[in-house]
């Protein structure tokens, strides 16, 4: 079939902008509401890519400028429609940030702010400590993970640090409205994206032992069935202390404090306290003490090899926030540690620098934030620097090699892709920022085109957002709620030529990587939804708010 694929959404008036057409057509025109064509112009033909299997011809119309709603037509092709505005993506990242309180746990959901979306109180019950005879623990509250109902230590504090580290390099996300209820802090209101981030910082506190040790996680035994959160009465457990929850957490309060102090100085005293806590147990075990699900447990595992990134990230985050010389010898002396691991271990899952990875495993990334955030005349510094330099330049390579523009290489398209994707526009975006020419804002909008329809499925993969937004999360709610429509913000997962899950064997595994995706509510491989999939499109959408005007 002809089809030509945009940013459903649509484009900024003065950013790039781009279409992709698989089929041979010289001349494009692109057509307002009344059918009247206001731009013509010529394709490129790129020619046959490997990761969307097509034969693409490439239509730039970056002049096109006016305020308006559009679509591109060639041949007997006509695209969907897509707008272009100054604020074209203003409601896609108010709802982004929105979804966090869809997914909040406990009872902090507030009928007026949820709508129809809204879910009665859940997981209110205490939690025991698997495998131990002590009490039970009080551990309500923070964000439900993903399509389950579990909580996760170190996913929670990874998607808050995508979060309060867009804060720290892009400051109108404090201006971000989103919908929530108010919250007053002891000194001044909470900007909404900070009211938002303390209900998991919140939650994330709770999750430290009395000795510092940070809880693996807080699930039941195992996944529920597709029901309503509230619905879900089995018993929940805390997971064994792991290196890498105490390491994330040590790390996460400590960028929290830098930011909150400004709000609440007692609030965020109480964060840095914790942070200090669980640093002081990372030194006083200073082995690896890793996670696997015990036998009985079947919710996620979260599970990591080493725990040197977590370790460093913590030491970072600590320097940052401190400017206390000890963490900065910690964080030289785990540099080099990770550095000889990554030599020698398997990659597993991810390309490029390790110093540049910001995932729920690899948070090296988020502790060279840290050092980049603090600009010290340091080598280590200097190194860091110099990785996401690098790492960007690799980027661009491999965004030519596509018609699309897409720095993405076969070997992204695995299960979360589209993470995979907005982790490199996070590091585009601090490199932007490192040699302040601007010389990679193509790449970033490319990619948000390509989230948002502008891709072989011809699918947008944020819901509510584009003419063909996908529409069946693997999200319990959604699934149990009885509502037609998912609630609007929630990233998927998106192709993954693993196809890991039972419904996706309905994809032909020869499928080109960009086509190995399926909006099916089963396809949790597939079309999963997770906080830390929301958290850096929210990161990279600050970055184009300050970066085209
Ligand atoms: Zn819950």
């Known amino acids: 079939m002809n089809s030509i694929w945009v940013d459903q959404v649509g484009y900024l008036p003065n950013g790039k902008k781009r279409a992709v057409l698989n089929f041979a057509a010289d001349e494009f025109e692109v057509t307002d509401v009344s059918g009247k064509t206001v731009l013509s112009g010529h394709t490129d033909h790129f020619g046959t890519d490997e990761i969307s299997g097509e034969d693409v011809y490439v239509a ?12 591109i037509k060639a041949g007997d092709a006509t695209s ?9 993506y203003k409601g896609l990242l108010k709802d982004l940030l929105k ?24 997981h209110m019950a205490s939690a025991k400590v698997f495998g131990e005879d002590v009490p039970e623990v009080d551990v309500t509250g923070g964000w439900h993970d993903a399509g389950d109902f579990g909580r996760y230590s170190t996913a929670g504090a990874v998607a808050v640090a995508h979060l309060l580290y867009g804060v720290r390099f892009f400051g109108g996300l404090l201006n971000a409205g989103s919908d929530i209820p108010k919250v007053v802090s002891a000194e001044k209101k909470l900007p909404d994206i900070l009211a938002e981030v303390k209900v998991e910082l919140d939650f994330l506190l709770k999750m430290q032992r009395g000795d510092g040790g940070v809880w693996h996680k807080v699930t039941t035994l195992y996944h529920a069935e597709f029901i309503m959160p509230e619905d879900d009465h089995d018993d929940l457990y805390l997971f064994p202390v792991s290196s890498m929850a105490t390491a994330d957490i040590a790390a996460v309060f400590a960028l929290a404090y830098t930011i909150y102090k400004d709000y609440d100085g007692v ?25 696997h699900n015990p ?14 990134s977590n370790r460093f990230w913590a030491a970072c985050a600590l320097h940052e926030a401190t400017g206390e010389d000890k963490y900065m010898k910690d964080a030289c002396a785990k540099y080099k540690s990770l550095a000889d691991y990554d030599a020698h271990a398997p990659r597993k899952g991810y390309q490029g620098d390790v110093f540049t990875c910001m995932g729920w495993a690899e948070v ?39 018609g699309f523009n897409l720095c993405m290489s076969k070997a992204d398209f695995i299960w979360g892709s589209n993470m995979e994707l907005l982790k490199y526009m996070m590091i585009l975006s601090i490199a932007d920022g490192l040699d302040g020419s601007d010389q990679y804002t193509d790449l970033i909008t490319s990619g948000i085109d390509y989230l948002l329809g502008m891709n072989s499925m011809d699918t947008s993969y944020v819901t509510g957002h584009g003419e063909h937004a996908y529409r069946n999360p693997h999200l319990r709610p959604t699934v149990a709620d009885g509502i037609d429509e998912p609630w609007p913000g929630l990233v998927s997962g998106g192709p993954n030529m693993g196809l890991q899950d039972a419904r996706a064997k309905d994809v032909d595994p020869d499928s080109a990587p960009m086509k190995c995706y399926l909006d099916h509510e089963e396809c949790y491989s597939l079309n999963e939804i997770t906080i830390y999939w929301n958290s850096p499109f929210v990161f990279v959408l600050a970055y184009i708010f300050q970066t085209i005007k």
């Not at 730039?60 to 679509?71: H, N």
């Open 267 to 291: 609030y965020a005293d109480k964060l840095l306290a914790a942070s200090l806590k669980a640093y002081a147990w990372l030194e006083a075990n200073p082995e690896p003490l890793l996670f």
């Open 60 to 71: 730039v119309f970056d002049e096109l400028d006016t305020d308006g709603i559009y679509r």
């Open 364 to 402: 090296a990334g988020l502790g060279s934030m840290s050092l980049i955030l603090r600009n010290e005349n340091n080598a280590l510094t200097d190194s860091i620097k110099q990785s996401f330099m690098n790492e960007a330049g690799r980027l661009r390579t491999v965004a030519s090699r596509n």
């Open 295 to 308: 036998p009985g447990n079947g919710t996620g595992e979260y599970s990591e090899d080493e725990d040197i």
């Open 99 to 122: 979804c966090f309180y869809y997914l909040r746990c406990g009872d902090a959901l507030d009928p007026e702010y949820a709508g129809k979306y809204y879910h009665a109180p859940c």
């Open 80 to 88: 969907v429609s897509f707008r272009i505005s100054g604020d074209v």
